[in-house]
């Protein structure tokens, strides 16, 4: 167990609609991180936040935002949802940046 | 950007023998390059990572090997064993600034009993 808590662990959608997707990092982590995991793209990095702001921006589409609560937990919101957003979606903790990254067991969406 | 190319895909071995996944970079700002494995229904898991000031690193029967020059990097794993089963991923980061990780598109292991 890594520590790192992420809700739902599936969800089942459908096209256009909008979902979020909530990460608690480990206890004392400032640091999160957001993955992508997919057949095709494999594992693909979205955005990282740290102590509430955002640090850093990946191949995350406009879509997709996401933000950092004071309590230090995450969200994933994605919407207009289409068939190719069905994936794995991982989030990752660390101390600060400069720590390993600790994974959640994802959650994993399937958009019908 | 950073590209991370790994291989082999898949890997097949007795257990007891030892299992190599190898894994280039493009970018030589680099500096940072964890291993992780995944388990099937789980995320990946840190099992061993080195930095660039550091040319080899071992956890019992795990180790890394970074060569700076080359710009690859290796995890061998002696005495393998059923368990050792699953997907292993390299990643890469900058680091300072920039610590998102790059990730190889996984090796397969099998061991097989």
């Known amino acids: 167990d890594s520590g790192v808590t992420q809700t739902p662990k599936h969800l089942i959608t459908a096209t256009g609609q909008r979902v979020t997707l909530r990460c608690s990092p480990r206890s004392g982590d400032l640091s999160v991180y957001w993955y992508q995991q997919s057949l095709d793209q494999g594992l693909q990095f979205l955005i990282q936040y740290y102590n509430g702001e955002e640090r850093a921006k990946g191949n995350i589409l406009e879509r997709f935002s996401a933000q950092q609560f004071p309590d230090l937990h995450s969200e994933l919101n994605l919407s207009s949802l289409e068939l190719g957003d069905s994936a794995l979606y991982f989030c990752?903790?660390?101390?600060?940046?400069?720590?390993?990254?600790?994974f959640g067991d994802g959650t994993r969406l399937s958009i019908l | 950007g950073e590209n991370v190319e790994q291989h082999p895909s898949t890997l097949s071995v007795q257990e007891g023998d030892s299992a190599v996944i190898k894994c280039t970079y493009s970018?030589?700002?680099?500096?940072?390059f964890p291993w992780y494995k995944q388990e099937l229904g789980k995320g990946p898991q840190l099992i061993i990572d080195i930095r660039s000031n550091v040319g080899e690193k071992k956890d019992q029967r795990i180790a890394v090997t970074l060569n700076k020059t080359a710009k690859h990097f290796s995890l061998h794993i002696t005495e393998t064993q059923p368990e050792d089963s699953a997907v292993y991923f390299c990643a890469a980061s900058k680091g300072t600034g920039s610590y998102q990780l790059t990730f190889g598109k996984g090796t397969k292991l099998s061991v097989i009993p």
């Open positions: 990752a903790s660390s101390p600060n940046p400069d720590q390993p990254q600790h």
């Open positions: 970018d030589s700002a680099s500096n940072y």
